[in-house]
């Protein structure tokens, strides 16, 4: 009985501002917390602010781009990582656990940097890095959890059969790793949607992107169009996070 | 393991490592190298040898901006743990039958954009904010709180975003722990208190650190919860870094702090390290 009030009351810590925040999202009152009736105005307006449109499609662009190509390299590397010894392999191993725990802020004053030094222009290509940086090391993770467990010997045998290189990764290795290769892009994904920090410092002033437009508004105060947006971006988020969820735990 | 690399093997490695290499590893050098340096009037860096930034960061104008940060991340560290522990031990030996599901609802936060839970908490903390309202209505104050850009805004902010971030590491080690072990104390006279200090907590000491890392190190960057709820600029080390890059353009002394947030996690990655290699050992005797 305790145990199921205490798990109740941290659940309804953790949803209940993301609920409020939903729910006034269609309140027609702008600035009270009275409820003063139902409206889709601010979601109308939303779709008419062409600069927040334009900071969403940029924003989906770095998204799908960045999540892409982290999981070709992250799903690549970690196929090899599990499978070959090599020189240099425990320092990869490392980088990766240690750009997990890296403070966001850490890593965008660093990449700022290299972009300065090597005067790399800030704008699509400097977050377009800096975002596949920062995911594939959780698409590296999702993809060696699947394959952890994954007998080694099928490829031996494969081999010995004439298998070449291709064939066994195509036939053998890729069926395997599909449900974590989408669940890696998922992540990605979501990550690159949400990020705040390593943007903040690598995007050019042409450039605009979605959580950065939503953090200099909100800084400006409460509004409702924000609300919706915010709304949009939860419901987003969690439509992918269910997803992704689902393909990790399908039975190998 | 096969030790004979194909082509395509090399490639895919060579890809990773290349791209690390460049873009995380080349980096964090360029911060210790700067953090070593000096601030040139045109240039961003000035090289020429020194340690003073590391020394300014004792001054003690900059000395109580760190001061305050760590107590903002310790306080917040603590808060979390003693709110997420009891929390990940139900979870974790909830039947197995609902335990996804509960993972589940932990997990959509964990991963859900900061910036939008931080925003959502304005609705219910501001004077004519949600809380303010219910604690009117039930006659528990006469007058409004004022929370909003106050520093206990930044805690409650910080707890509830960092939250998911320490009960997901915790639910992951008590979830590994032969519950046997919990059996057979309490079948020699163990009391429920005993069962924990003495075999629960020390066998979830991993994940308590590891989670704690994943909120300590936040709770010092995350400059736009100071931001956002806090008002005041300069209340965490994330905002100084971000001030020295982008308001006064003193790199080094940037790098400096920066490189002090890199240390503080090898340090606490050690920490977690040990306490893993000691529960291995253990298990093995």
Do not use: C
């Amino acid at each position: 009985m305790m145990r199921k009030l205490y798990a109740s009351f941290i659940y309804f810590l953790l949803y209940i501002p993301i609920v409020i925040l939903i729910i006034y999202s269609f309140n027609a009152s702008k600035y009270s917390i009275a409820w003063k009736g139902f409206t889709l105005e601010w979601y109308y307006k939303l779709l008419q602010n062409d600069s927040l449109i334009e900071a969403t499609l940029n924003t989906l662009h770095i998204a799908f781009t960045s999540a892409f190509s982290a999981t070709l390299i992250g799903a690549l590397g970690a196929i090899a990582l599990y499978r070959f010894d090599f020189f240099g392999k425990k320092f990869l191993h490392s980088l990766i656990y240690i750009l997990i725990m890296s403070p966001e802020i850490v890593m965008g004053i660093s990449l700022l940097m290299l972009f300065i030094f090597i005067t790399m222009p800030l704008g699509f290509w400097t977050l377009f890095i800096a975002h596949v940086t920062f995911s594939v090391p959780f698409v590296i993770v999702t993809v060696l959890a699947r394959m952890s467990g994954f007998d080694l010997s099928i490829i031996e045998a494969a081999k010995d059969l004439g298998a070449s290189e291709w064939i066994i990764f195509k036939s053998i290795i890729l069926p395997n790793i599909i449900p974590a290769l989408i669940a890696g892009f998922l992540l990605s994904f979501t990550l690159s949607l949400d990020d705040v920090i390593i943007s903040f410092f690598v995007t050019g002033p042409d450039y605009e992107i979605l959580p950065l437009k939503i953090y200099s508004m909100v800084r400006l105060g409460v509004k409702p169009e924000i609300n919706a947006l915010s709304a949009v971006m939860f419901v987003f988020t969690l439509f992918m996070v269910i997803l992704s969820q689902i393909l990790i735990k399908e039975k190998k | 393991m096969n030790k004979k690399m194909g082509i395509f093997a090399k490639i895919s490695i060579s890809l990773l490592a290349f791209w690390l290499i460049i873009f995380a590893f080349l980096p964090n050098i360029l911060v210790l190298f700067s953090s070593f340096m000096s601030k040139g009037e045109t240039e961003f860096l000035l090289f020429d040898f020194t340690f003073s930034n590391y020394v300014k960061i004792a001054d003690t104008l900059y000395f109580s901006i760190f001061l305050g940060s760590f107590k903002i991340a310790i306080i917040t560290t603590v808060t979390t743990l003693v709110f997420a522990y009891p929390f990940a031990f139900i979870l974790a030996t909830a039947s197995k039958k609902y335990r996804a599901l509960l993972l589940l609802f932990v997990i959509i936060p964990f991963w859900t954009s900061s910036l939008v839970r931080t925003y959502a908490l304005i609705a219910i903390l501001k004077t004519k904010g949600l809380l303010n309202a219910l604690l009117l209505w039930i006659g528990f104050i006469d007058t409004p709180l004022e929370i909003m850009y106050t520093q206990s805004a930044v805690y409650i902010g910080m707890t509830y975003t960092l939250l998911p971030f320490m009960i997901l590491p915790i639910y992951a080690s008590i979830e590994k722990i032969d519950m046997r072990l919990v059996e057979a104390a309490k079948d020699l006279g163990a009391s429920t208190f005993s069962q924990f200090t003495k075999i629960i907590i020390p066998l979830s000491l991993p994940g308590i650190i590891a989670g704690s890392t994943l909120v300590f190190l936040p709770s010092l960057g995350m400059f736009f919860i100071a931001d956002i709820l806090g008002g005041a600029k300069d209340l965490i080390i994330g905002s100084f870094i971000r001030n020295q890059f982008l308001t006064f353009r003193d790199w080094p002394f940037g790098s400096s702090a920066a490189i002090m947030l890199t240390f503080i996690m090898f340090f606490m990655i050690y920490l977690y390290s040990r306490a893993s290699a000691n529960i291995s050992q253990k298990s093995t005797l």
